[in-house]
């Protein structure tokens, strides 16, 4: 595989510079608006829950329809819309905040509008990418764009709880709003045209989902990848419920000792962003991506057998996170691969379907995992999730995946 030079790139570096924006601006919302929600607000664990769910029902309601929508039309266009939509959806947050009129109800509608939004324009993003650059460079592109992302993870919180301690919370979100304008300009000024659609759409929508989800089962690559990434996201909903409790009440870690530890994992995904396309280059496809999910599912192990002192306790932690640089990697290559196999005119409906599996499983494997515990104890419980997390690499081992030394051909 060759290397680009994608920074050399006008409408690469574009695109990256809105994203870099855009991403920033959304790590202030995700903390943002439970902030507003709990000190502008005061509300209660039932109301936060309502707030978290509202954006995860859209998901499990539109997911696929996004998808649909995406092959139908052009997809740059659905971009700028969708960074729109959240700028103006998004502003209203510190407007109703100075006019006195702000509610968890419009926070409500704001979470749910701003999570369809930013469905479509991820679904949409990812279906994007092989038209703006060429194939070959898809791997760096994705590498590249997973920089930004890192970059946001590890600077973002810190910034959010600088604006919000001068600012307050609601005020905070305005620049998440504006960080959106910046980016459907970014995309605007892309002068590399699109390909229109190359199909008629099926005379009803419900027809082109259906062949999306056929696509996404008949590929065998593709069906490795929807097998393991249901599996991993149901066990690793049992981490996502129980983490940062069995690390405080069981484990005894302070918050402000498992922060740090969580910041860890922050900065070392830049250096997995970073070696992503090195590492391709230097093992191949196959072998990376599989030693990527393998890695991440060994150090999953490693919070529940934690035992002794806080110091050996946080050092077990802390260790699960410096292998946090593996989930870039896999991630780069996972959106890669469904790239490079996947018909241009199918790519929309196949990352839908991809995203709700993620999304759609992960709760139902926190709402089991929760469960499990109050029966048999966090510690047993994590373990077991981890296991099962681990083996859903298995998937990936017993398919064509392992073969592959570079991205395979372009469909037809």
Same mark, same amino acid.
């Given at each position: 595989?060759?290397?680009?030079?994608?920074?050399?790139?006008?409408?690469?570096?574009?695109?990256?510079?809105?994203?870099?924006?855009?991403?920033?601006?959304?790590?202030?919302?995700?903390?943002?608006?439970?902030?507003?929600?709990?000190?502008?607000?005061?509300?209660?664990?039932?109301?936060?829950?309502?707030?978290?769910?509202?954006?995860?029902?859209?998901?499990?309601?539109?997911?696929?329809?996004?998808?649909?929508?995406?092959?139908?039309?052009?997809?740059?266009?659905?971009?700028?819309?969708?960074?729109?939509?959240?700028?103006?959806?998004?502003?209203?947050?510190?407007?109703?905040?100075?006019?006195?009129?702000?509610?968890?109800?419009?926070?409500?509608?704001?979470?749910?509008? $701003?999570?369809?939004?930013?469905?479509?324009?991820?679904?949409?993003?990812?279906?994007?990418?092989?038209?703006?650059?060429?194939?070959?460079?898809?791997?760096?592109?994705?590498?590249?764009?997973?920089?930004?992302?890192?970059?946001?993870?590890?600077?973002?919180?810190?910034?959010?709880?600088?604006?919000?301690?001068?600012?307050?919370?609601?005020?905070?979100?305005?620049?998440?709003?504006?960080?959106?304008?910046?980016?459907?300009?970014?995309?605007?000024?892309?002068?590399?045209?699109?390909?229109?659609?190359?199909?008629?759409?099926?005379?009803?929508?419900?027809?082109?989902?259906?062949?999306?989800?056929?696509?996404?089962?008949?590929?065998?690559?593709?069906?490795?990848?929807?097998?393991?990434?249901?599996?991993?996201?149901?066990?690793?909903?049992?981490?996502?419920?129980?983490?940062?409790?069995?690390?405080?009440?069981?484990?005894?870690?302070?918050?402000?000792?498992?922060?740090?530890?969580?910041?860890?994992?922050?900065?070392?995904?830049?250096?997995?962003?970073?070696?992503?396309?090195?590492?391709?280059?230097?093992?191949?496809?196959?072998?990376?991506?599989?030693?990527?999910?393998?890695?991440?599912?060994?150090?999953?192990?490693?919070?529940?057998?934690?035992?002794?002192?806080?110091?050996?306790?946080?050092?077990?932690?802390?260790?699960?996170?410096?292998?946090?640089?593996?989930?870039?990697?896999?991630?780069?290559?996972?959106? $890669?691969?469904?790239?490079?196999?996947?018909?241009?005119?199918?790519?929309?409906?196949?990352?839908?379907?991809?995203?709700?599996?993620?999304?759609?499983?992960?709760?139902?494997?926190?709402?089991?995992?929760?469960?499990?515990?109050?029966?048999?104890?966090?510690?047993?419980?994590?373990?077991?999730?981890?296991?099962?997390?681990?083996?859903?690499?298995?998937?990936?081992?017993?398919?064509?995946?392992?073969?592959?030394?570079?991205?395979?051909?372009?469909?037809?």
């Amino acid at each position: 595989m060759r290397r680009s030079g994608l920074w050399r790139a006008p409408d690469f570096l574009k695109l990256w510079a809105g994203q870099a924006v855009s991403q920033m601006g959304s790590t202030i919302t995700d903390s943002g608006l439970p902030y507003t929600a709990i000190l502008v607000l005061g509300a209660s664990p039932f109301q936060m829950g309502l707030l978290s769910g509202a954006g995860a029902a859209v998901i499990l309601v539109f997911g696929l329809f996004a998808g649909a929508w995406a092959d139908r039309l052009r997809r740059r266009p659905i971009l700028i819309f969708a960074d729109l939509g959240r700028a103006a959806v998004l502003g209203t947050v510190p407007l109703a905040a100075a006019l006195g009129r702000l509610s968890m109800g419009h926070l409500y509608l704001v979470a749910a509008a $701003s999570s369809l939004f930013n469905l479509l324009f991820e679904v949409s993003y990812q279906a994007y990418l092989p038209t703006l650059v060429d194939r070959e460079n898809i791997v760096e592109c994705n590498s590249k764009l997973a920089l930004a992302e890192s970059i946001a993870q590890v600077t973002g919180p810190g910034l959010t709880g600088i604006l919000v301690g001068w600012i307050t919370a609601p005020k905070a979100i305005l620049f998440d709003a504006v960080s959106f304008l910046v980016s459907a300009s970014s995309l605007s000024l892309i002068r590399k045209p699109e390909p229109q659609p190359d199909r008629r759409p099926q005379p009803h929508l419900l027809g082109e989902i259906a062949e999306g989800l056929r696509a996404s089962w008949r590929d065998p690559i593709l069906q490795a990848l929807a097998k393991r990434t249901a599996t991993a996201s149901f066990f690793l909903g049992f981490a996502a419920a129980l983490y940062f409790l069995f690390a405080m009440r069981e484990l005894g870690l302070s918050a402000a000792l498992l922060g740090t530890i969580i910041s860890v994992g922050g900065a070392t995904s830049l250096a997995g962003a970073f070696a992503a396309e090195r590492l391709v280059r230097r093992f191949g496809f196959g072998r990376t991506f599989i030693g990527a999910a393998a890695v991440t599912g060994v150090t999953a192990l490693l919070p529940p057998l934690a035992h002794g002192p806080v110091a050996v306790c946080a050092i077990f932690l802390g260790t699960a996170q410096l292998f946090d640089m593996a989930w870039p990697v896999y991630n780069i290559s996972e959106l $890669s691969l469904r790239q490079a196999v996947t018909p241009n005119h199918l790519l929309g409906r196949v990352n839908s379907a991809m995203h709700l599996l993620f999304r759609g499983v992960l709760p139902v494997g926190a709402l089991a995992g929760g469960m499990i515990a109050e029966v048999i104890g966090m510690r047993i419980t994590m373990f077991a999730g981890a296991l099962g997390f681990l083996l859903s690499t298995l998937w990936l081992v017993f398919s064509p995946i392992r073969h592959l030394r570079d991205l395979p051909d372009a469909p037809a």
